[in-house]
């Protein structure tokens, strides 16, 4: 079945260092998109792309990129300079070209600093 | 810009009442309008949508109807079950802008 699948479930990172999330979809969607959810809170956007090879900047992209060099890939690394990474990161994707498609999401990743 | 505002919650039911989750949105275009629903610990899941006025979507016993001369798509649901415990999400989508809109999201507790 087609889907998104992010991994890993439980991230742990130390102070300094840059972690890679995997978000990787088989539903041939040109859109994928990253929110980021504290707990009790909505989502916040962190990054999308409508295309391979560009993405555009959410309302909260401090401190994170992306590429997207694959349809089917759009990895996020949270860098050294998100001074609060601990959160719950959702990645999902839709098929622009078919009006009110909505969002597949994938079951999420859970960073915590330690 | 566009945007989505729910009910405040936590909302608290008893099994069997019925519920209702408000949600009203601000678009220029002519926006497609979603619910989602969040279980605790997993990613969201598209639960209803309506793409044009007046258009009721509907899954699982839960219903919303697209009003455009009230801006407003509320969920409701005639009998809640222990199971409906969660998040609920109510989104827009405006194809020109690339990205949906996502209200902050209403926790729903059902007792038995």
């Known amino acids: 079945d087609g889907g998104i699948t992010q991994s890993p479930k439980y991230l742990f990172r130390k102070e300094g260092q840059n972690v890679t999330l995997s978000c990787e979809q088989n539903?041939?969607?040109?859109?994928m998109y990253w929110y980021r959810q504290d707990p009790g809170q909505g989502l916040r956007l962190i990054y999308y792309?409508?295309?391979?090879?560009?993405?555009q900047k959410g309302d909260i992209a401090e401190g994170y990129s992306v590429s997207r060099e694959k349809k089917e890939s759009f990895p996020l690394t949270v860098t050294s300079a998100q001074k609060n990474p601990t959160a719950f990161y959702l990645c999902?994707?839709?098929?622009?070209?078919?009006?009110?498609?909505?969002?597949?999401f994938g079951s999420g990743t859970r960073l915590t600093v330690v | 810009g566009d945007s989505v505002t729910q009910m405040e919650g936590p909302v608290t039911l008893s099994e069997e009442a019925f519920l209702t989750i408000n949600c009203t949105y601000t678009?220029?275009?002519?926006?497609?309008l979603f619910w989602y629903v969040q279980y605790p610990g997993e990613g969201l899941q598209l639960l209803l949508k309506?793409?044009?006025?007046?258009d009721k979507g509907s899954n699982k016993g839960f219903e919303a109807t697209y009003r455009k001369e009230t801006t407003s798509f509320h969920l409701e649901k005639g009998s809640v079950q222990v199971s409906d415990s969660a998040v609920y999400f109510c989104?827009?989508?405006?194809?020109?802008?690339?990205?949906?809109?996502f209200g902050d999201g209403t926790t729903l507790t059902v007792k038995p």
């Open positions: 999902a994707s839709s098929d622009r070209g078919r009006e009110g498609y909505g969002y597949t």
């Open positions: 539903l041939n969607h040109d859109a």
């Open positions: 792309s409508q295309i391979v090879n560009d993405f």
């Open positions: 678009a220029t275009g002519y926006p497609s």
């Open positions: 309506a793409t044009k006025a007046d």
């Open positions: 989104a827009l989508s405006d194809r020109f802008a690339g990205k949906s809109t």
